[in-house]
């Protein structure tokens, strides 16, 4: 299993939106609205590390609001 948090800036006014919408991608497992310069905080769970690139740029980049996203990928230790 791998595991990305993903940080995303949203167009103002469009937050509720973007979360309803990033709230339904099946492999999201959390998602948060938060203050500051991001506006949500989203887990994703996957079987492989190739695969969140490719969610992010296909998934949640593409949706209508978004601005820009931040991936921070855990590691194994």
Do not use: N, W
């Amino acid at each position: 299993m791998s595991v990305a948090f993903v940080l995303i800036r949203v167009i103002p006014g469009k937050e509720h939106e973007v979360y309803d919408r990033v709230s339904t991608l099946k492999y999201v497992t959390e998602i948060h609205p938060l203050l500051g310069e991001f506006d949500i905080l989203v887990r994703i769970d996957t079987e492989d590390m190739s695969e969140i690139g490719k969610l992010i740029i296909q998934d949640i980049r593409s949706i209508s609001g978004v601005v820009d996203t931040k991936t921070l990928a855990e590691i194994k230790l």
